[in-house]
């Protein structure tokens, strides 16, 4: 009797700890690395069979602050233009480093409309490649982004953690545009095109320690705590340079470090579906996973945004009109599966 007693305490106080942990890693507390995020009531993470990753989902910390404007003039490499740090921080006039990279912005991309709709191109930036903690938004089909538009506008296209500002900013922005304002985003971002490899897909069995350092972006702690770390079941995508990323220039480049084996592992699953364990990916969005028709382009984005989309999918938050045609293929995908899938992805040329 005393012994059951003894090993039902022991059971209860190492549930407790398993319990601490899964909430510790969905809220991305491990190693003080992230901060809390607050979880869409509506995902099932019971559904998904593991909790959101921190490093898929990055939180500002709890004590950020953006550093304060001094007046100082900013500079990025190859551009003659200035902005300062609150010009750069303007919702309704995104910096414009290189004009030259893109075409005349419409009002939509380029002011938005006060107060709520923030200018599309302030997220996504002028030329609509977008970042880590958002999604690319140029050369998409048009009857997909129509009905991205649509599903966040009706609700049926949420995060797993909502209330992270790139995604209620997005919500946002976007519920009050009329179709006009819309159209008109979605013919200067089908004029954009992503054509060159921003992401530099890598294996390594050790990564730079990181941390959220604003802009909900993680990148490799310099100073107090610098070193390396396992990579362990992660992924870690950081800027080339975190600081002229914050600053918005869009032709920094990103470098996504994934365990070693995944870039295969993910080739096969998406090119031949594992054996029944997924659907091959090629059938629907092509060989080359440049999309067909209205079947979005997957290849070259974002690791970790490309993975959020398929945890968004599994868990249910993501249940827009399309979304049933991704059911099954998430199904069944382990963390594991997922960060092989979107290593080889993203490891593909856009
Ligand atoms: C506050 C930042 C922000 C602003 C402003 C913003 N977006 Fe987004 N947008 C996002 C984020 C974050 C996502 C990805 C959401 C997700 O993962 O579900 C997104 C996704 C999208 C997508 C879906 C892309 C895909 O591949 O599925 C479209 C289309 C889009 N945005 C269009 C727009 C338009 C048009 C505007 C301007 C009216 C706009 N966005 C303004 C942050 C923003
Ligand atoms: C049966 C056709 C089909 C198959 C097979 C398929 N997809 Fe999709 N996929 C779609 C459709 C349709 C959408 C748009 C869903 C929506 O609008 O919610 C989509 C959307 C996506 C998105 C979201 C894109 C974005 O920009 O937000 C990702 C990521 C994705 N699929 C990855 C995959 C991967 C990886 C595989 C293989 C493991 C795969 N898909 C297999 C049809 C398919």
């Given at each position: 009797?005393?012994?059951?007693?003894?090993?039902?305490?022991?059971?209860?106080?190492?549930?407790?700890?398993?319990?601490?942990?899964?909430?510790?890693?969905?809220?991305?507390?491990?190693?003080?690395?992230?901060?809390p995020a607050k979880l869409?009531?509506?995902?099932?993470?019971?559904?998904?069979?593991?909790?959101?990753?921190?490093?898929?989902?990055?939180?500002?910390?709890?004590?950020?602050?953006?550093?304060?404007?001094?007046?100082?003039?900013?500079?990025?490499?190859?551009?003659?233009?200035?902005?300062?740090?609150?010009?750069?921080?303007?919702?309704?006039?995104?910096?414009?480093?290189?004009?030259?990279?893109?075409?005349?912005?419409?009002?939509?991309?380029?002011?938005?409309?006060?107060?709520?709709?923030?200018?599309?191109?302030?997220?996504?930036?002028?030329?609509?490649?977008?970042?880590?903690?958002?999604?690319?938004?140029?050369?998409?089909?048009?009857?997909?982004?129509?009905?991205?538009?649509?599903?966040?506008?009706?609700?049926?296209?949420?995060?797993?953690?909502?209330?992270?500002?790139?995604?209620?900013?997005?919500?946002?922005?976007?519920?009050?545009?009329?179709?006009a304002e819309v159209k008109?985003?979605?013919?200067?971002?089908?004029?954009?095109?992503?054509?060159?490899?921003?992401?530099?897909?890598?294996?390594?069995?050790?990564?730079?320690?990181?941390?959220?350092?604003?802009?909900?972006?993680?990148?490799?702690?310099?100073?107090?705590?610098?070193?390396?770390?396992?990579?362990?079941?992660?992924?870690?995508?950081?800027?080339?340079?975190?600081?002229?990323?914050?600053?918005?220039?869009?032709?920094?480049?990103?470098?996504?470090?994934?365990?070693?084996?995944?870039?295969?592992?993910?080739?096969?699953?998406?090119?031949?579906?594992?054996?029944?364990?997924?659907?091959?990916?090629?059938?629907?969005?092509?060989?080359?996973?440049?999309?067909?028709?209205?079947?979005?382009?997957?290849?070259?984005?974002?690791?970790?945004?490309?993975?959020?989309q398929l945890y968004d999918?599994?868990?249910?938050?993501?249940?827009?009109?399309?979304?049933?045609?991704?059911?099954?293929?998430?199904?069944?995908?382990?963390?594991?599966?997922?960060?092989?899938?979107?290593?080889?992805?993203?490891?593909?040329?856009?």
């Amino acid at each position: 009797m005393k012994n059951l007693g003894r090993s039902a305490i022991v059971i209860a106080v190492a549930l407790v700890a398993m319990a601490a942990i899964v909430a510790a890693q969905a809220v991305g507390q491990v190693n003080g690395i992230s901060g809390p995020a607050k979880l869409n009531p509506k995902a099932n993470i019971s559904a998904a069979g593991f909790p959101p990753p921190y490093w898929a989902y990055p939180v500002n910390l709890p004590d950020y602050a953006a550093p304060p404007d001094k007046g100082e003039k900013m500079r990025v490499p190859n551009s003659n233009v200035t902005y300062t740090l609150t010009q750069i921080r303007d919702f309704f006039s995104p910096p414009d480093w290189h004009p030259g990279d893109h075409p005349a912005m419409p009002s939509i991309v380029g002011q938005g409309r006060k107060p709520q709709v923030w200018a599309c191109g302030y997220c996504h930036l002028p030329v609509g490649w977008g970042k880590p903690e958002n999604a690319n938004v140029a050369g998409l089909p048009e009857a997909y982004f129509m009905q991205q538009v649509a599903d966040f506008k009706n609700g049926s296209r949420r995060g797993t953690v909502p209330d992270i500002l790139p995604h209620s900013g997005m919500v946002a922005a976007i519920m009050p545009t009329t179709d006009a304002e819309v159209k008109q985003a979605y013919d200067y971002f089908a004029k954009t095109k992503l054509t060159q490899q921003r992401y530099t897909v890598t294996e390594s069995a050790t990564v730079p320690k990181t941390r959220v350092q604003g802009s909900w972006v993680l990148a490799p702690i310099h100073g107090d705590g610098e070193g390396m770390e396992p990579i362990g079941q992660r992924i870690i995508e950081v800027p080339n340079d975190p600081v002229l990323t914050t600053l918005r220039d869009w032709r920094i480049g990103f470098t996504t470090y994934v365990p070693p084996g995944s870039i295969k592992k993910g080739e096969a699953l998406v090119t031949t579906g594992g054996n029944g364990k997924t659907v091959q990916c090629t059938i629907c969005h092509g060989n080359d996973l440049r999309g067909i028709g209205p079947v979005p382009p997957i290849a070259g984005r974002s690791a970790i945004s490309t993975f959020r989309q398929l945890y968004d999918f599994k868990d249910g938050a993501r249940h827009g009109a399309w979304s049933q045609m991704m059911q099954p293929v998430v199904k069944n995908l382990t963390l594991d599966d997922m960060i092989a899938i979107v290593a080889y992805t993203s490891s593909k040329l856009p």
